[in-house]
Each structure stands twice: as structure tokens, then as C-alpha cells.
């Protein structure tokens, strides 16, 4: 298990942590019960309980707020662990030799042991805000195989530290961008009605460029802690 996973979802969603071994214990059961169907059940299986987690603690009325929840999170996962239980369903349910080029390159072709699986799962770096790391990936990386099976380890600290300044400019633009336009005194303004549509264009446009900014500076630092952790490009 990767605990310094575990330990950041604790950090940032507390007990709604318990959200992510339920997926997973289902999805890793639905893999090692079914081969043949196991892609379709886990689908299936993991929206269905994403939608209802999503009604369950009224995701969108916190967001509105202003706070946060592990939805986000889920997303991820949800992503995550339908990809590797349809990678090891086409790989047991399709000749090698029928497999296309995308199938081949992500073929999950046995039963992840549990301990691997869950590490996978928590992985830190791409944990809370993604991007969703296909297993075989993560496999590949962890022993050092395909393109991460050469001597020797790049050098990662340089592209980090631009990745990570190239991140305070989304940070910047959101904090200074969110001072001046927000809900309030745009959409939601008493006066919304009295200004002209090009007016109205720009200010939403601005908004909403200002309110990305939080989730650009999170993908960057994201990217970064891949880097770092040599699973990412290192330039």
C-alpha cells in the first residue's frame, strides 16, 4: 500500500478517504472473480457509485461554496480502475495477435497482486487532480522496464523547478484575476442586465480564465512530483 498516499487523502478529506478502498476492493475483486466481463462490471460498477457519491454529499453545492471534497479525487480513481480492468479483459479475451497498437501498448496480461494494486491506486503524484496513470505504466516504472529500463536515472531537477515556477503564474493569475471578478460582481451582479453583451462577454471570459487558474497550478505542481519521481517526462 502506498502510505504516503493514504496519507495525503487523510490529510486533505479525512474519513471520506474510506471511499477510495471501496472502489478499489471492488474493482480489484470484479478483476480477480471475472475475466471475461470484469471491464464492463468495473465500468459499470465504479460511475454508478461515483454518481451516487457525487448526490450523496451534494458535491456541487460545496464546490459552489468554495469547499472541497473527495469527489475530485474519485474522479481519478474511477478513471483509473475501469482503464486497467478493460486493458486485463481485452488482454485475456483477445488473441496477442489481434490486439491494436493502443491495446498492446496498455495490456494488463495477469492479475495485479493486491499490494501492487493498491499502490497504483494511492500513487501520490497524480492522486488528487490526476492525470489518471495507466498500470501498466506504473508496472513498468516501479521494475524498471520499457522506456524506463535504461541505465542510469535522468536528471529530473531542472525540469522540476520550471514546472514548479511555471505554476506560480497560474497561481497568480487566480489570486489576482479572483480580486476584482467573481460571481458576485459579474453573473450575479444587481446590475448584470444593464451592461452590454460585449461587457458581459469579457467579464465572463475573465472569470473564468481566473477561476482555472487554481486547477492549472495544481496539474503543474502534478506533473512536477511525476517528474521528480521519474515516471514523468523529464525533458
Given amino acids: 500500500m502506498n502510505t504516503s498516499g493514504v496519507a495525503l487523502s487523510l490529510f486533505a478529506f479525512g474519513s471520506s478517504t474510506y471511499t477510495c478502498a471501496v472502489l478499489g476492493v471492488f474493482s480489484y475483486a470484479a478483476m480477480a472473480i471475472d475475466r471475461k466481463r470484469c471491464g464492463y462490471v468495473v465500468f459499470a460498477g465504479s460511475f454508478a457509485y461515483l454518481i451516487y457519491f457525487h448526490a450523496f454529499s451534494a458535491s456541487g453545492e460545496a ?16 478513471l483509473k480502475v475501469t482503464a486497467c480492468a478493460l486493458n486485463y479483459q481485452d488482454s485475456g479475451t483477445i488473441p496477442s495477435a489481434e490486439l491494436n497498437d493502443f491495446q498492446r501498448r496498455r495490456a494488463v496480461t495477469r492479475l495485479p497482486g493486491a499490494l501492487e494494486y493498491a499502490g497504483w491506486l494511492m500513487f501520490p503524484c497524480t492522486l488528487v487532480v490526476g492525470p489518471a496513470i495507466e ?21 529530473v531537477w531542472g525540469r522540476c523547478l520550471v514546472l514548479v ?17 467573481t460571481l458576485g460582481n459579474t453573473y450575479l451582479g444587481t446590475d448584470w442586465n444593464d451592461k452590454g453583451v460585449l461587457l458581459k462577454f469579457w467579464e465572463l471570459h475573465i472569470l473564468g480564465q481566473g477561476s482555472r487558474g487554481k486547477y492549472f497550478f495544481c496539474w503543474v505542481w502534478a506533473e512536477a512530483a511525476c517528474v521528480a519521481s521519474g515516471i514523468g517526462f523529464s525533458g
Fill in 135 to 155: 498500470f501498466r505504466d506504473y508496472h513498468d516504472w516501479l521494475h524498471k522496464k520499457g522506456v524506463w529500463g535504461g541505465k542510469g536515472c535522468p536528471r
Fill in 165 to 181: 515556477l511555471y505554476s506560480q503564474v497560474f497561481a497568480a493569475v487566480h489570486m489576482i484575476v479572483m480580486q476584482y471578478y
Fill in 63 to 78: 464546490w459552489k461554496a468554495g469547499n472541497i471534497d473527495i469527489t475530485g479525487l474519485l474522479m481519478v480513481l474511477t
